[in-house]
């Protein structure tokens, strides 16, 4: 159990776009979603906190405007690259926590992208 | 806040030896101390972790020990084998205040296994 899932695996897109990434939990309620971001050889650096039905808790120094993130549902979350430009290229990954404040996390696969 | 720092940033082994990567954190309200290992290109995968109860945890070729009083917890891999090359992250979960339950990550080691 406690499988997440991302999608897209992969994205290219221009300079300008919009580009949304989808986090769902497949067999089990995330009350919690986290998304990180990854650049190459670095650690996992937190984005956003987000809570279902509730706004999303951004770290300092996230644009809250640049990244929307919408948790709708108990299995689902994305996140929205508004406006991309080539230095939100990245590895964006989601992990999930079953319960409010529970400590284990399980992550997604991980989305690559890509700005032109 | 927390503050995550592992050493060391690169490590190398030969198979069969054993590897130790070590981590200290700076909230003492700190209270969850997972190890993730990732490999190229994929999702970190949860390998063992220690809660703040405990001193000692052992899975196999895996275990961790913590030190709550200096503040750091160490990562044990024994009998390494190829398949054990990746990058390790220690994480602590916060205690208190904004980032309360948010995991924070120390920057990684690479460990590579020499056949």
């Known amino acids: 159990g406690a499988v997440v899932s991302q999608h897209p695996s992969w994205v290219i897109c221009k300079s300008g776009t919009s580009v949304k990434i989808e986090c769902r939990s497949l067999?089990?309620?995330?009350?919690?979603m986290f998304w990180y971001r990854q650049f190459p050889k670095q650690s996992l650096m937190l984005m956003a906190t987000?809570?279902?039905?509730?706004?999303?808790?951004?770290e300092q120094g996230v644009e809250k405007d640049k990244f929307l993130i919408n948790h709708a549902s108990l299995t689902l979350s994305t996140l929205t690259v508004t406006s991309a430009h080539p230095e939100d290229s990245s590895f964006y990954i989601c992990?999930?926590?079953?319960?409010?404040?529970?400590?284990?996390?399980?992550f997604g696969p991980g989305t690559r992208l890509l700005v032109l | 806040g927390e503050n995550v720092e592992q050493h060391p940033s690169t490590l190398s082994v030969q198979e069969g030896d054993s590897a130790v990567i070590k981590c200290t954190y700076s909230d003492s309200a700190s209270n969850y101390f997972p190890w993730y290992k990732q490999e190229l290109g994929k999702r970190p995968q949860l390998i063992i972790d220690i809660r703040s109860n405990v001193g000692e945890k052992k899975d196999q070729r895996i275990a961790v020990t913590l030190n709550k009083t200096a503040k750091h917890f160490s990562l044990h891999i024994t009998e390494t084998q190829p398949e054990d090359s990746a990058v390790y992250f220690c994480a602590a979960k916060s205690g208190y205040g904004g980032s309360q339950g948010n995991l924070i990550f120390g920057k990684g080691t690479k460990l590579s296994v020499k056949p």
């Open positions: 992990s999930a926590s079953r319960l409010a404040g529970a400590e284990t996390q399980y």
């Open positions: 987000s809570n279902e039905g509730s706004k999303a808790t951004y």
């Open positions: 067999d089990f309620q995330a009350t919690t």
